[in-house]
């Protein structure tokens, strides 16, 4: 019964993904292309540039995925690729190479869910969280808290109503004209900044469930910039000052961080978790960390973070999350439906 080894791929956004994973959890090779640059001067990911790249470098990404691995495409035993959610283009320009690649090579297709593939890469990390865990799930297309019981077990617990916390970074970034994608230009500035110089919202602290707003704090930050730049109207070329450009990101990072900490904690200990997991893009932010890791303590909750390089899109989050969903069912092994199958 030696282990399998899954073929996963990744592109339902900005960044193409491809890696080899084993049934026993090892990444034997990994390749990612991050188009980040190409779609900086739009200030966002534009779909049909996104589609178009995937296709252009998935081959060359898979490539260097089995020199990487030392092994051939014949030593695949299954293939898996993100289904979904993601930009319909981007998805599909993945799903239709993998499912091609599978029939043509008489490989079953294991579809993953882009967020279990974020909630999993934790356990890539070399101090991998066991069962069960909650999790807090900031991207910047989501912003969740699950508890896990296990492979394929998770309850929502809760989720933003309106803006992602990733997304609410970005949309601040880009109001106070910081390039794309905000969120991580956005925390380098807050390094230097004075938190305490402004006095934002932090919505739904205390609505006593696990949901999440950000619109407002988002609001609250563009007036706090107009009143700044002395204007009545927003506008892209609103001038404010660097140190209250500093100060106004520092506030915000504090503002968002607490929220998401608070609740974090708040779910876990409900859950009478012992373990906090926190993925996804926004998961690479230091002071989230800091502060979780803080608070967790406290609480006696132990936090754990995957690896830095695997907070954002990748292929070894998807073909681990494969790859262990091949282990819990071998019976995937025979499936040729092709057909795009969700889990129960
Ligand atoms: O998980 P991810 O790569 O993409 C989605 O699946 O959405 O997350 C990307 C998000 C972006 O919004 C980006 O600004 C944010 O994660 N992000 C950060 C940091 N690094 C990435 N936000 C705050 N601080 C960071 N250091
Ligand atoms: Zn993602």
Known sequence: NSPK??????SSCDETGVALCTTDGRILGQALYSQIAMHKDYGGVVPELASRDHIRRLI???DETFEQAG????????????????????L?????????LAMGLNLPVIPVHHLEGHLLSPLLSSNPPAFPFT?????????????????????????TLDDAAGEAFDKTAKMIGLPYPGGPALSRLAESGNAERFKLPRPMLHSGDF??????LKTAVLTTAMKLAGVSQPSETM?????????????????IVE??????????????????VVAGGVGANQLLREQLVKAARKRGVEVYFPELSLCTDNGAMIAFAGAMQLAMNPALLDARDYGMRTRP
């Open 135 to 159: 999790a807090l799930l900031v991207s910047g297309g989501h912003t969740q808290l699950m508890g896990v019981e296990g492979l394929g077990r998770y309850a929502l617990l809760g989720e």
């Open 60 to 62: 060359p990404l898979m």
């Open 71 to 90: 092994i051939a495409l014949q030593d695949v035993d299954a293939i898996a690729v993100t289904t979904g959610p993601g930009l319909p283009g981007a």
């Open 5 to 10: 080894i899954v073929l996963g791929f990744e």
């Open 259 to 276: 929220t998401l900490v608070k609740k974090a904690l708040a779910a876990c200990l409900q859950q009478d978790h012992k373990r906090l």
């Open 92 to 100: 599909m320009a993945g799903c239709a190479f993998a499912y091609s």
């Open 211 to 216: 949901m999440f707003s950000f619109s407002g």
């Open 239 to 255: 001038v404010i000052s660097d140190t209250n450009k500093t100060d106004l990101a520092a506030s915000f990072q504090a503002a």
